[in-house]
C-alpha cells in the first residue's frame, strides 16, 4: 500500500504563486508516475499535470501550461506543483496520485486526501 500526503494549499490572490507537495510513503516505488489532478464542487476531477519515474516525460493540461511546473525528487518521494499567475478560482480540490505504469496516470492506483487551493480575485 502507499499513502500521498499533500500539503502547501491555501487561499491566494490572483497572479500569485503557491507550490503543493505530496510526500509518498509505505511500498512506494520510483517507477511509478505521479500526477496532479484538481476538482472543483460539482465537477469531475480533473488531470492537471502528470510526470514519469525519471522526470522527463511531462504532461499539462492546456489550462496550466506556461504557468504550472510539477517535479519530482525521488530521494525525498515527493511531487511537487508549483503553481505560478494563478487565476480567480477556487475552492478546487488538488488532488496528488500515483500509477504503476510508464504510459499513463489515467485512473490512478493510489490518491491522496487532498488540498484546497482558493484562488481570490
Known amino acids: 500500500q502507499v499513502q500521498l500526503v499533500e500539503s502547501g494549499g491555501g487561499l491566494v490572490q490572483a497572479g500569485g504563486s503557491l507550490r503543493l507537495s505530496c510526500v509518498a510513503s509505505?511500498?512506494?516505488?520510483?517507477?511509478?508516475?505521479m500526477g496532479w489532478f484538481r476538482q472543483a464542487p460539482g465537477k469531475e476531477r480533473e488531470l492537471v499535470a502528470a510526470?514519469?519515474?525519471?522526470?522527463?516525460?511531462?504532461y499539462y493540461a492546456d489550462s496550466v501550461k506556461g504557468r504550472f511546473t510539477i517535479s519530482r525528487d525521488n530521494a525525498k518521494k515527493t511531487v511537487y506543483l508549483q503553481m505560478n499567475t494563478l487565476k480567480p478560482d477556487g475552492p478546487d480540490v488538488y488532488y496528488c496520485?500515483?500509477?504503476?505504469?510508464?504510459?499513463?496516470?489515467?485512473?490512478?492506483?493510489?490518491w491522496g486526501q487532498g488540498t484546497q487551493v482558493t484562488v481570490s480575485s
Open positions: 496520485a500515483a500509477k504503476d505504469s510508464v504510459v499513463t496516470i489515467i485512473d490512478p492506483d493510489y
Open positions: 510526470i514519469n519515474s525519471s522526470g522527463v516525460r511531462i
Open positions: 509505505g511500498r512506494t516505488r520510483s517507477a511509478y508516475r
